[in-house]
């Protein structure tokens, strides 16, 4: 495996920081989400039902695999860059098959949001059957499902031949490809092993990433903290207002 750790101080956008950061918090995010899922039954019916008994609990499991797939972009990307180095074609198809495929689990977690607040708004029943009717219904994000199941296993590709993942981390990352991807899916053995397995291989990377190069001052440390909690706290704020 090729070492990288010289050029962490001068990584490409998205920076050694959010990228390290992302690597090591998206993948627990997911993997937590995935577990206060595993209880209930896979299919929608059940997870309406599920909601309907314990709305905070699922209401925490999809944010957290929601906050978890966001956050997954700049892992992606500063992946992308270290195969890049080497294998730039392989980069180009993994990281963009997979940033296509987060953009449609994205939208599909817009769908479980709505309904869910169908739950709430027409009741168990009412809300099973409108969710019946219209699910399969077809939508431009549609094309986009195969992208992330055939992205992870290019870019697991992508990071053996490039050498910007050991062995263990490739196969682990290639197992991304078993997690189902559609609106209101519940967690399964699968999932939780295929969401683990991400852990394994981004983990390691991530830390690595964050312990080369220089830290920065603590005035500019803690003044970026201070700053981007204001900014996250604005965004919330208009976020709500809106």
Not at 5 to 31: C, K, M, Q, T, Y
Not at 127 to 136: D, I, P
Not at 145 to 160: D, E, K, P, Q, Y
Request: charged share 10%.
């Amino acid at each position: 495996m090729k070492t990288f750790e010289n050029n962490f101080d001068h990584f490409p956008f998205p920076g050694r920081w959010l990228g390290g950061i992302s690597l090591v918090l998206a993948p627990v995010l997911l993997l937590v989400g995935e577990i206060l899922k595993l209880r209930f039954d896979f299919f929608f019916p059940e997870q309406l039902r599920a909601y309907q008994s314990h709305p905070k609990l699922m209401f925490t499991a999809y944010s957290l695999f929601l906050a978890g797939n966001m956050l997954l972009w700049p892992a992606i990307v500063t992946l992308a860059n270290l195969i890049g180095r080497e294998k730039p074609v392989w980069a180009v198809w993994g990281g963009s098959l997979v940033l296509f495929g987060l953009f449609a689990r994205t939208f599909h977690s817009g769908i479980n949001h709505l309904a869910f607040q169908l739950v709430n708004i027409l009741s168990l029943p009412r809300a099973t059957e409108v969710v019946a009717h219209s699910y399969g219904a077809f939508h431009i994000v549609s094309t986009l499902s195969g992208a992330i199941l055939f992205g992870w296993a290019v870019l697991a590709v992508g990071a053996w031949i490039s050498g910007a993942l050991r062995p263990f981390q490739v196969v682990a990352l290639a197992m991304m490809s078993a997690l189902m991807i559609g609106v209101l899916k519940g967690g399964t053995v699968m999932s939780v092993i295929a969401t683990g397995c991400l852990c394994i291989a981004f983990l390691p990377l991530g830390a690595r990433i964050l312990a080369q190069g220089t830290m920065p001052p603590a005035r500019i440390f803690w003044g970026w903290v201070i700053f981007s909690t204001a900014v996250i706290g604005l965004f919330f704020f208009l976020g709500q207002a809106g």
